[in-house]
């Protein structure tokens, strides 16, 4: 019985192993064309544009709707300005009612204020009846 080498296994496997790869690249183009054919006629149809293909493969078109519309996130919801609910009558600083409370409206309701008296709404009402 004949001994073969390492290197010579290696060199047929190796010879095989580009055989069969160049075999598989061939199924695959003869499968890729009828399809590109049909994305093709779809992009016809529907007058789609080769440039909204490539927008969409974009890195931020996945932040966005079929119709070009930005997608809400979480990140952006989180951006998102809240109106003033506060208002100090005499400095106009204003507060959205969220997170830490101001100095000017704990030092008011350290003073015995209420938080209320401070409402926008209030300080309108307040200001047009004068």
């Known amino acids: 019985m004949a001994r073969t080498s390492y290197a010579s296994q290696k060199s047929r496997l190796e010879k095989e192993k580009a055989k069969i790869e160049k ?3 061939s199924l ?3 499968q890729r064309k009828p399809i590109i054919t049909s994305i093709v006629r779809s992009m016809r149809d529907y007058g789609i544009t080769p440039e909204e293909i ?11 709707n079929t119709d070009g519309a930005r997608k809400p996130t979480s990140a952006s ?10 208002r100090h009558p005499e400095t106009q600083a204003e507060w959205t009612g969220r997170g830490r409370a101001p100095l000017w409206v704990v030092e008011a309701e350290a003073a ?3 938080r209320e008296a401070f409402l926008i709404e209030k ?5 047009t009846a004068d």
Request: aromatic residues 6%; hydrophobic residues 40%; glycine residues 2%.
């Open 23 to 25: 075999q598989l690249q």
């Open 28 to 30: 695959q183009a003869k």
């Open 54 to 64: 490539a927008a969409a493969f974009s890195p931020r078109a996945s932040s966005r």
């Open 77 to 86: 919801a989180s951006k998102r300005t809240v109106p003033a609910k506060y």
């Open 112 to 114: 015995g204020t209420p």
């Open 123 to 127: 300080v309108a009402a307040d200001a």
